[in-house]
Structures are given as structure tokens and as C-alpha cells.
């Protein structure tokens, strides 16, 4: 049996290329000194470095001479003496491994052949078969109990042992082992008891000369003690099914061990390392499942020839063997992508042959790699998952076997190594990791791995002191911040120190502050804090805030006293970006108390310039673009754009004074709102001064133009007037006066507040409300005078023109459906709608003026028709069927008296004449009372023979026109209008001599058609008259009694059969007396004014006799 080799000493790892010791030298240089908690525990060991002074040559020479060259060797040897099959399936000749190595160690052909002449001249080694029992399960169980108590016995056979012992053996036995060899060639485990699945555990090495005709054998036994016979009975007794063991029992040898199963291994069939399960065999077919043995078997070397690498054991060979492997690796891949712990057949093979023919624990090879793997880390590109998954090995390791005492101090000295190198790159986060998603995760997994290393018990051991990586980081933050800024600061230092220079280094400055303010919050924070818990952005933003607040006070104490425009404007892009990032503080965790809290008091001297500057600039540009406006539509089709170049550019030039009230964001609410009041001023100054300029600018363009170019450009500025009058509208949400107003509300009064701001944009919108008022009076001038020179060519003349109505107001609808459909195209809708109301009003006044100034009265009926019909058309032309006014717009007093002039001057006499008989008895219908006396009628129309059937019945009340105090009534019944009754004569009842309350008991028939007593206007006048024999007859009063509500008449129409249903019932009908009132009927006046028409005169003449013998117009 024999203990695992355990390496002696490590020194420091002088495996390393000269190139690479003076890299990590001067990393370590640039590290941060973060080791001061880890070095209170751990003195980092002197280097043994080459001389600086010699040259490179030399020293890769040495290099090449002391390192690489014993490693080779021991390669060579590894090689020549390897044993059993390879661990993969790809498999290597010796030649194929020795051309591998070469061109790994970078050897030439006749330093190879040396090195071999070497190698081979040295003594072999020790052929030994490592094998470790470790346990068994389902074997047979032999005692009574149904156990057994198992042992095994190992050795080594080779063909000339194995075939002698088969010739001298007579008869067959089951022993094989004990007869073999000498005692001193077996080895043998401990006796378990009572058990069928052992665990053992136990190595022994086992030496042989050849693996060709060696093999392995392994035999497993059951212990047999003698026992006694009481004992025995006992065991029956309690188990009685182990009767037939006891037989069996008896009838073998006393002390005879009983045999449970063998394992035989050809060495030659092995790989160098194999850890299975193996099947116990029988010697017979009795009982041939006999259970299962766990071995490990490894090849290994004794007795090593020591020259190969005097003064270095077998861990540290490993170390630089593996070292040297990944570089030849790295060195051949063309890509830049990081290296992923690959490597390739051959050196995986000969890295296992090495580790087992040495005996290198898992555990002493996973702590090579990572020592290897880490240093690596910091000159090669090495994916930082092949770290963690050695450090994940490494713990898993600890806990199962025990480090000796140097190879502690190593692990504790790469582990507290690469926290302070990743200390190191943290601090330099900046430079290494910029914010790319290619390096960002990078960053989160060297973040990892520190995570990982101070969570590692081998960590945790080996550096006993408190160590808390969030403050390692944290520290290491701030101080690459801290070196970050100075680097920076140098770079903007300015050339000379004039303040411009000096002003213009600190906006540089500042703006590289903000961009990295902004990938710390947007990319770097999370991926510390995802990994450590780090807020970076925290961190990196108050050290900012501490260096920046000091660096504007200093830079702004030399500006006190010697501000200008030039300087100011300079000042600006310094004053935006201390505003971005003082806004960034609302993603802070913890916020306590900045430094640049109001750092906007020390920009105050500044202010008044950047105001002048935005109005100055802002004026400037409005100015270029109205000089440069052509005054046409931006865009015309299915989206027109109906405002000019210059009103967009307008808009864009207010709108960065807009901006400035948010850029500046100033935080005392008295200096706030003067701030409002001034830039609020500066944009109605700006507007009123373009409403002057654009009117100039019109002015110019017009002199050469025709009429019709001169009044589109003309709707253009309209348009232009009332998109900024839009504009000015929104400016209040713009500017965000509700903010304000909730800011200065403790210090600014709301009377205050509101007779300030709004009373300047009042100023500014009367001033375009003005401008477009003047501008839609020029246009609506032009088509009032156009329209009132067509409403007046209707007027007639002696003689009746022979063209129609229709065809007289044509003219005039074509002209305004052009112009208004121009007016529509050109003008915004607003300024249309405002367009169209004041030439309604005009048009209607035309109108009214042209019909009521007519002084002949001929014509005057065909002029009315004419200017009714053409108010007809005017009103649904401005209607536009809703799309234009409003009909309560439209329908105005002065339309209405238009209207109502216009229907009774257009009626004819018979008209007129059928009009004041409807209303008449409209007049008949609401009188109440009978002041002047009732008569009562009995009425009916009996369609069969078409007759109106009047009985005449009494008269009542009635007023006393004989002077002895009573009258000599009689009623006169007369159809009109007698135009519609011509050939019908008026009939007359019997006189009742002295009497006021006369009986009548009179019919009169009158022979008329249905259509007569349904037409417009047919009524019955019925007049009661007293009679007077030597003078004319005194008027009582008169009833007019509508024939369409006489039975009989109301319903169908001549021929449509209804003569044949019976007649109807008469009614008896009680009618009040009535007088006219003198000259109150305007009819009346315009039929009186027709002197030509004879029928008209006749009617008026009746009617004014009727007036004059009225009693309504004497007073009592």
C-alpha cells in the first residue's frame, strides 16, 4: 500500500514568458489599493524576476533553457512510458504526440532529438497499478445469519506466474491468488462483518514488469471463524431456514474460508484511469450472480527519474505543462473570440497520462488549472465561465479532501491575487467594459467570479479578515471615478486662460460627465447590481456631483463681474448640461444632500444675456423668412396647407423661446414668473412685429401684380394672421402657466398673476384680431360692390324685360359661387366663416335698399319676385346645406323685414287681394266679444246640386244709428274675392224698421262649385247696414266667415266621387260684428299704390269706404 504523492513546494510560478511578468508587474502597478483588509492575513511572496537589464533575447533563451526544456522532458518521458489505453476515443501514436509537444514548446528538430537522447538514457520508473476497493454490493451471503464477512485480496499475475501456477495445481480449486504469488504480493483489504454490501475504500499499488501478460486479479472471501456448538444451536433457533446452511457446513473443514467471487482484468485492456462497477465471476455455475465490485484503478509511476526536473515536483510540472498547452492552443485560433477551456486531443491526453502516472489528486489538478486559468485571465482573452467552473470545482473539492500546506498558501495567494487585479478592472470599468452589449456582460461575469471567490470556503479560510466585496467595489468605483475625472479634466485643460477657453473646457468637460452619468444609469447599474449589489450609478453620481460642484464654483467666481453676450452664450451649453444632470438625481437611492443643489444662483449674472440672445435671434429669423416669402399656400389638393412659408417658420423660430422656459427650469418662483412675464412679452412683440412686416412685405409684392394675384395673396395673409392667432392660443400650454401658477402661488397673487400674462397675450390676439378684420374688410369690399352692382341690373324699367326670374338672378349666383368657392379654397375655414357673416349682412342690406328705393311702381312687382327669388338662392348658398352659417345667423331682423317686403310686393293684386281675406278671417277667428253687435247664421254646402245654402236666422246687439235710439237693420251677403266669384251678385235680407235685436228667418242659396268654395281666400262678407232712406246706409259692422269651414265643403275635391254621399248637416254659426281700423293694412296700401289695375282699385276703394264708416277710429 502506499499514500498519494503530495507535492513539496510551489515557490512562485516561474512558468510564466518574460512578456507576460512584465504585464502583470504592470498591472499590479496600476491596481487600486484595495488589498489592505486581504493583506492583513497574507504577505504576497517576492517574484523571482530576470535581471531588467537584459534583453529580450536572453531572456526568452533562459526561459526557454530553465522552463520549457525540464517540462519537455518530462513529456518525452510521459510518452515513452505510458500505459494503458487512452482516456478518449481518439486515439494518438507516440509520434503524433512527440510532433504536438514540439510545436507546443516551439522546439526545433535537433533540439527535439537531444532532449529525446536525454530522456532515454534516464532509468524507467516503477510500473504500478493503483487500485482502490471501495465498496460491494448483492454479494452471497454464506454464514447461517444469511451474511457474510466479506474481504478481498488483490495481486498482480503475468504469464509465467499464471501458467505455472495451473501445472501445479492436480485437481481444480477455487484459490487462485493464495497459490500464485508469495505472500508478499498479495494484498488484502479488511474483513467486514455481517454484511452483503461492504465499503472499504482502500488503496493499495500494486507493481508489476510488463502490462502485456499482466493481469489483475481480485478474489472476495468470506471469513470463517470456528464457533461452538451452543452457538450454533442458537443461530438454528432463531432462524430456522438456515438449517441447510448449517449442513453444508458441516460437512466442510473447519476454518475454510468460503469463496464469493473474482474479478480478472487484463492490464493491457485498461485505460490509464477507469472508475466502474465490476461483476463478481464464479469459479463454477453454481450461483453465477454473485454481486458487483467498485474499483478505481489508475496507472502510476515510482520511482520517477528525478533529473528530468530537478528541484520541481509533479504539481508544479503540471501547472507550467498545462500553461504552455493553452497558449499553443490561443496561438493557433484565428478568431477573437474568447478562449472557453478547450484544447485540443493531444494535449488533453498527454495532461491525463502526466496527471495519473504523478498521482495528481482531481483535486491538485482542478487548483492547477484555476491558478493557470487566472493568470492567463490577465494577459490573455479567457471566458470568465472557465473560471467559475474551476472555482465551483475547487469548492466541491474542499470539502472532500485536504490541501497540503503549500498548495493552501497558493490557492489563498491566486485568490486574493485575483480580487485585487479584479478590483483592478472594476475600477477601470470605463475603458474595459464600455456600454456595448458585446463587453457589458463581460463585466457582469468577472463580477461574478469576485462574487464567487469571497463566497468559496477555501476563500473564506485562507483569508480569515472581514472582507466585504460591496465595499471593495464601491471604494474601487470611487476611486476610478476620481482618476476617470482628472484623466479628463487634463484633456480639456485650456490652451490659454482666457475665460472663453476656460468656460469652453468646462462645457466639454461637464458634457463627458453626462454621457457617463447616462451609461452608468442606463447600462453599467445593472449589471452591478444584478451581480454585487453595487448601485453604481448612486455612487458614481455623488462623487460627480462633489467634483463638478466645486469645479463650476471655481470656474464661475473667475467670471464674477466681467459678464458679456459672448461669454454668456458660452456659458449656456454649460448651464444645460448642470441642468440634465442635476434632473438625474430623481434615480437616486439614497439621495442626502447634493452640492449642486442650486447651482442655478451662481448663473444669474447670465440670464438677462441668454433672453436677449433668443429674442435677438428669434427676430432675426422671422424677419429672413418673411423677406423671402413669395405669399402662396404652402400645399394644395385633398390636405391644402393654406398658410404661407413665413407662418411655419414663424411658429419654428417662437418655439425655441418656448424651450428656453423649460431649459432653464428656475427654481426661485418670484425670479420664475418675472422670467414668464419677459419671455411672454418677447413672443407678442415678435408677433406684433411680423403682422407689420407681413403687411409691408404685400404691399411690395402687389405693386406689380393684378388684381386677382394681389387678393390671394391677400386670403394668404388672413391665413397667416390666424395661424398665429392659433398659435398664440396654445402658448399658455406651451409655456405651462398651470405649473407656474401652482409654483408662485405663496408668492405671486392671483390677481396678480392674471392681470399680468393674460393681459399680454390679449394685447398681442387684439392686435391680429384687428389685422384680419382690416384684411377681410378689403376682400369683403370688393364683393359687396360686385354684388350690388348685379342686384341693381335686375331693376326694371316702363316695360316688363322678357327674360325669366330664374335666368336675371343667374348672374349673380355665378359670380358669388366663384368667389366664394375661391374665398372657400383660399381662406382658412375661421377666417371664411368670419368672411362670409358681414357679406350676408350687406348682401341683405343691398337688397332691401334696391327694392325699397324703386320709385316706379310698375315694375316694382317683378323686381320683388326677381330679389325674392335671388334671397332665396343667397340663403342657400350661404347655408351650403350646414357647411356655411348657421340658419339663425342667417336669419336676421333685417332679413326677416327683407323677407316679408319682398313676398307682398312680389304677390299680384288678386294675391294681395286673397291674402287680406285670410287675414280677415284669421282676425274673425280670434275676435272675442260683441261690441258691436252678433249675427247668426244656419250654413251648409250640399255638393249633389252644388249649392251654398245661407239662412240668415238673427241679429243681435246691435248698435243704435237712428237718432230715436234704434237702426232699421238689413244683412248684405257677398262671396269673395270677385275675381273668384264673378258672376255670383250680392244678396240682401228684408229690412227690420226700429230694431237692434231684428229676426231674419231668411235662406238664400248661391249656385258655386266645390273648387270656388275651397279656393284660396273664399269667404262670405256678411254686412249689416241700417238702412237710410234719404242718405247712404250706416255701417253696423261685418263678419267674414270662411267657406272651407261651412259643412259640406272641407274634404275632397271635385271628381273624386264624393257628390254621392248625403248632405251634409247645416251649422248653425254665431259670427261677432266687426270694424276695420283705418289705414292699418299694409295690403291695402299696396294694392292702392297699383293705380293701373282696375280690379285693385275697385276693392281698395270698397274697403277705405268701410274704414271711413268705422267706428274704431273715433274716440269715445
Not at 482516456?87 to 504536438?100: C, G
Not at 440672445?613 to 416669402?629: G, M, N
Amino acid at each position: 500500500m502506499s499514500s498519494q504523492s503530495e507535492p513539496t513546494s510551489t515557490g512562485d510560478n516561474l512558468l510564466q514568458t518574460p512578456e507576460q511578468e512584465h504585464g502583470l508587474t504592470r498591472l499590479r502597478q496600476l491596481s487600486p489599493a484595495h488589498g489592505r483588509k486581504l493583506g492583513l492575513t497574507r504577505k504576497m511572496r517576492e517574484r523571482r524576476d530576470f535581471k531588467e537589464e537584459e534583453n529580450p533575447e536572453e531572456k526568452a533563451r533562459r526561459h526557454k533553457e530553465l522552463e520549457l526544456k525540464p517540462l519537455y522532458k518530462e513529456l518525452i518521458y510521459t510518452i515513452a512510458h505510458k500505459m494503458g489505453n487512452p482516456p478518449s476515443t481518439e486515439v494518438f501514436t507516440d509520434s503524433q504526440l512527440h510532433q504536438y509537444i514540439k510545436e507546443a514548446f516551439t522546439m526545433t528538430e535537433s533540439e527535439h532529438n537531444s532532449l529525446m537522447e536525454k530522456v532515454q538514457s534516464t532509468e524507467p520508473p516503477v510500473y504500478c497499478l493503483m487500485a482502490t476497493v471501495k465498496e460491494a454490493k448483492g454479494i452471497l451471503g454464506k454464514d447461517v445469519s444469511g451474511f457474510s464477512d466479506p474481504y478481498c485480496m488483490l495481486t498482480i499475475l503475468e504469464d509465467e506466474e499464471e501458467s505455472r501456477t495451473r501445472r501445479s495445481r492436480a485437481k481444480p480449486c477455487k484459490s487462485v491468488v493464495k497459490d500464485a504469488v508469495s505472500d508478499d504480493k498479495i494484498y488484502q483489504t479488511d474483513i467486514k462483518k455481517q454484511t452483503l454490501n461492504p465499503i472499504w475504500n482502500q488503496t493499495f499499488i500494486l507493481e508489476f514488469a510488463d502490462i502485456v501478460g499482466a493481469s489483475f486479479h481480485l478474489e472476495m472471501w468470506d471469513k470463517d471463524e470456528e464457533v461452538s456448538l451452543t452457538q450454533k444451536l442458537e443461530e438454528i433457533k432463531s432462524n430456522f431456514n438456515s438449517l441447510r446452511r448449517m449442513i453444508k457446513e458441516a460437512k466442510k473443514e473447519k476454518g475454510t474460508d468460503d469463496f464469493l467471487g473474482k474479478i480478472v482484468l487484463k492490464l493491457k485492456d485498461l485505460h490509464c484511469c477507469e472508475d466502474n462497477w465490476y461483476n463478481l465471476e464464479p469459479r463454477t455455475e453454481t450461483y453465477p450472480d454473485r454481486g458487483q465490485c467498485h474499483l478505481n484503478l489508475k496507472f502510476i509511476h515510482k520511482a520517477r527519474d528525478g533529473t528530468l526536473s530537478a528541484g520541481r515536483n509533479s504539481y508544479i510540472n503540471y501547472c507550467g505543462i498545462l500553461q504552455q498547452f493553452v497558449h499553443a492552443y490561443m496561438s493557433k485560433q484565428k478568431s477573437s473570440a474568447p478562449w472557453k477551456g478547450a484544447l485540443c486531443g493531444e494535449a488533453q491526453i498527454l495532461l491525463e497520462l502526466y496527471a495519473t502516472q504523478n498521482d495528481l489528486s482531481p483535486f491538485l489538478q482542478d487548483l492547477a488549472k484555476w491558478v493557470a486559468y487566472s493568470k492567463l485571465y490577465q494577459s490573455l482573452e479567457v471566458d470568465s465561465s472557465v473560471l467559475l467552473q474551476q472555482l465551483t470545482s475547487i469548492e466541491y473539492h474542499w470539502h472532500q479532501q485536504e490541501l497540503p500546506y503549500q498548495q493552501k498558501q497558493e490557492l489563498g495567494d491566486s485568490l486574493h491575487g485575483f480580487l485585487q487585479y479584479g478590483l483592478c478592472l472594476v475600477a477601470k470599468y470605463r475603458d474595459i467594459f464600455p456600454p456595448t452589449p458585446k463587453a457589458t456582460p463581460k463585466l457582469h461575469t468577472l463580477l461574478r467570479i469576485l462574487v464567487q471567490i469571497c463566497k468559496t470556503q477555501a476563500f473564506q479560510k485562507l483569508n480569515p479578515a472581514q472582507f466585504e466585496l460591496h465595499d471593495e467595489i464601491s471604494d474601487a468605483i470611487q476611486t476610478g471615478t476620481q482618476e476617470w475625472f482628472t484623466i479628463k479634466k487634463g484633456l480639456h485643460q485650456p490652451m490659454t486662460k482666457e475665460l472663453s477657453e476656460i468656460v469652453s473646457a468646462l462645457s466639454s468637460l461637464i458634457g463627458e460627465v453626462q454621457e457617463d452619468i447616462k451609461h452608468n444609469k442606463d447600462v453599467w447599474n445593472q449589471v452591478f447590481v444584478s451581480a454585487v449589489q453595487v448601485d453604481v450609478f448612486t455612487v458614481v453620481y455623488k462623487k460627480f456631483d462633489s467634483l463638478l460642484a466645486k469645479e463650476v464654483r471655481d470656474i464661475l467666481s473667475l467670471i464674477e463681474g466681467q459678464m458679456e453676450q459672448a461669454l454668456a452664450n458660452s456659458l449656456f451649453p454649460v448651464y444645460l448640461s448642470l441642468q440634465a444632470i442635476h434632473k438625474d438625481k430623481a434615480f437616486l437611492q439614497k439621495r442626502g444632500l447634493l452640492e449642486l443643489t442650486n447651482f442655478q444662483e451662481g448663473f444669474r449674472e447670465a440670464l438677462p444675456y441668454w433672453l436677449n440672445k433668443a429674442f435677438s435671434t428669434t427676430k432675426d429669423r422671422v424677419e429672413r423668412a418673411v423677406q423671402v416669402d413669395q405669399l402662396q399656400p404652402l400645399q394644395s389638393g385633398a390636405v391644402p396647407i393654406k398658410h404661407s412659408s413665413s407662418a411655419v417658420d414663424l411658429v419654428a423660430c417662437i418655439q425655441p423661446i418656448c424651450q428656453l422656459w423649460e431649459q432653464l427650469s428656475w427654481p426661485d418662483p418670484e425670479e420664475a414668473f418675472m422670467l414668464m412675464v419677459k419671455l411672454t412679452e418677447d413672443v407678442c412683440k415678435i408677433v406684433v412685429n411680423y403682422c407689420h412686416i407681413l403687411k409691408e412685405r404685400v404691399r411690395v409684392l402687389s405693386e406689380n401684380s393684378d388684381h386677382g394675384s394681389a387678393i390671394n395673396m391677400l386670403c394668404v395673409v388672413v391665413n397667416d394672421l390666424e395661424h398665429l392667432r392659433s398659435v398664440l392660443t396654445r402658448l399658455p400650454t406651451q409655456l405651462k402657466w398651470a405649473g407656474l401658477r401652482d409654483l408662485t402661488q405663496n408668492v405671486i397673487g392671483e390677481s396678480q398673476f392674471h392681470n399680468t400674462l393674460p393681459s399680454q397675450l390679449q394685447q398681442a390676439q387684439s392686435v391680429l384680431s384687428r389685422e384680419i378684420r382690416s384684411a377681410l374688410d378689403t376682400l369683403g369690399k370688393k364683393l359687396n360692390t360686385d354684388i350690388e352692382t348685379h342686384v341693381r341690373s335686375m331693376s326694371t324699367r316702363r316695360r316688363i324685360p322678357s327674360k325669366s326670374t330664374e335666368d336675371a338672378a343667374a348672374p349673380l349666383m355665378r359670380y358669388l359661387e366663384q368667389e366664394l368657392q375661391y374665398m372657400n379654397e383660399n381662406l382658412v375655414q375661421e377666417n371664411f366663416n368670419s368672411l362670409l357673416t358681414p357679406l350676408w349682412n350687406n348682401s341683405v342690406k343691398i337688397l332691401y335698399q334696391v327694392a325699397t328705393q324703386h320709385q316706379q311702381q310698375e315694375g316694382l312687382m317683378v323686381l320683388c319676385q326677381r330679389l325674392l327669388y335671388t334671397l332665396q338662392c343667397l340663403e342657400q348658398c350661404f347655408h351650403a346645406e350646414g357647411n356655411g352659417l348657421p340658419l339663425t345667423t342667417l336669419h336676421s331682423d333685417e332679413y326677416k323685414s327683407l323677407k316679408a317686403y319682398l313676398n307682398h310686393n312680389s304677390l299680384s293684386s288678386r294675391q294681395l287681394v286673397e291674402k287680406f281675406l285670410e287675414r280677415k278671417m284669421l282676425e274673425q277667428k280670434a275676435y272675442s266679444g260683441e261690441k258691436y253687435g252678433a249675427v247668426t247664421l244656419l250654413a251648409s254646402y250640399r255638393r249633389s246640386d252644388q249649392r251654398l245654402r245661407i239662412e240668415v236666422l238673427n241679429a243681435v246687439n246691435l248698435l243704435p244709428m237712428d237718432s230715436n235710439g234704434f237702426s232699421d237693420p238689413f244683412v248684405q251677403l257677398c262671396l269673395e274675392p270677385n275675381h273668384n266669384f264673378p258672376e255670383v251678385e250680392p244678396r240682401c235680407t228684408q229690412i227690420k224698421r226700429s230694431d237692434l235685436n231684428p229676426l231674419f228667418d231668411e235662406a238664400f242659396e248661391f249656385l258655386v262649385s266645390l273648387d270656388q268654395c275651397q279656393a284660396v281666400g273664399a269667404c262670405l262678407v256678411v254686412t249689416v247696414l241700417d238702412h237710410d232712406t234719404l242718405s247712404t246706409d250706416d255701417f253696423e259692422g261685418e263678419a267674414f266667415l270662411a267657406l272651407k269651414s261651412i259643412p259640406g265643403v272641407p274634404g275632397g275635391r271635385e271628381g273624386d266621387g264624393l257628390s254621392s254621399l248625403p248632405d251634409a248637416v247645416p251649422a248653425q254659426i254665431r259670427l261677432p260684428l266687426m270694424h276695420p281700423k283705418p289705414n292699418e293694412d299694409s295690403i291695402l296700401r299696396l294694392l292702392e299704390a297699383r293705380k293701373g289695375e282696375r280690379e285693385a282699385q275697385v276693392f281698395v276703394k270698397k274697403r277705405r269706404q268701410r274704414e271711413k264708416q268705422s267706428l274704431e277710429g273715433i274716440q269715445p
